[in-house]
T-cell receptor
């Protein structure tokens, strides 16, 4: 089993929709979690850190569920500019990226 | 405030050759991590440098080695290049070993 797993998608959603991604992790000792956004042929950019209490930044909400060992990212009111690949990051002792979930927001 | 910089941006090598990639961390950061990203995959952790020492290593062979200098800049060296080493090589810096990482634009390596 991979240490961090994501559904690669693609998720095709209409503008204005709400979309959620989940990412599971296998090592219960994992401590630090993040969401990154990566545009085609560009470097990953930090989107949000994921805290135990959950956190929100504008239209984006990240949550951590330790009991079920997953983190989630919710995007409300999707914009065309949200189209990208969303990478989750976790891991114990070393940073591990998921494969990324591709989001395409359609006009 | 300069972000993470990497050089070169693109590189073409042939099998068996050696390559050195360079990274300067974001101002104020002391930790550098290197990743390999193949097309359609997430970044794979190669190793992390902190205080001029390799502190963590991913599942990469000894052909992959690195160095960190006193000014925190870092190099990634790959010997005996294989076709499968063709990828985007990303450098990320952070303040401390477990904090948020910020990525450079990457070096795209093609091995022919």
């Amino acid at each position: 089993r991979k240490e961090v797993e994501q559904d690669p998608g693609p998720f095709n959603v209409p503008e204005g929709a709400t979309v959620a991604f989940n990412c599971t992790y296998s090592n219960s000792a994992s401590q630090s979690f993040f969401w990154y956004r990566q545009d085609c042929r560009k470097e990953p950019k930090l989107l949000m850190s994921v805290y135990s209490s959950g956190n929100e930044d504008g239209r984006f909400t990240a949550q951590l569920n330790r009991a079920s060992q997953y983190i989630s990212l919710l995007i409300r009111d999707s914009k065309l500019s949200d189209s990208a690949t969303y990478l989750c990051v976790g891991g114990y002792q070393k940073v591990t990226f998921g494969i990324g979930t591709k989001l395409q927001v359609i006009p | 405030d300069a972000g993470v910089t990497q050089s070169p941006t693109h590189l073409i090598k042939t099998r068996g050759q050696q390559v050195t990639l360079r990274c300067s961390p974001k101002s104020g950061h002391d930790t550098v991590s290197w990743y390999q990203q193949a097309l359609g995959q997430g970044p794979q952790f190669i190793f992390q440098y902190y205080e001029e020492e390799e502190r963590q290593r991913g599942n990469f062979p000894d052909r992959f080695s690195g160095h960190q200098y006193p000014n925190y800049s870092s190099e990634l060296n790959v010997n005996a290049l294989l076709l499968g080493d063709s990828a985007l090589y990303l450098c990320a810096s952070s303040l401390g070993r477990k904090n948020e990482q910020f990525f450079g634009p990457g070096t795209r390596l093609t091995v022919l």
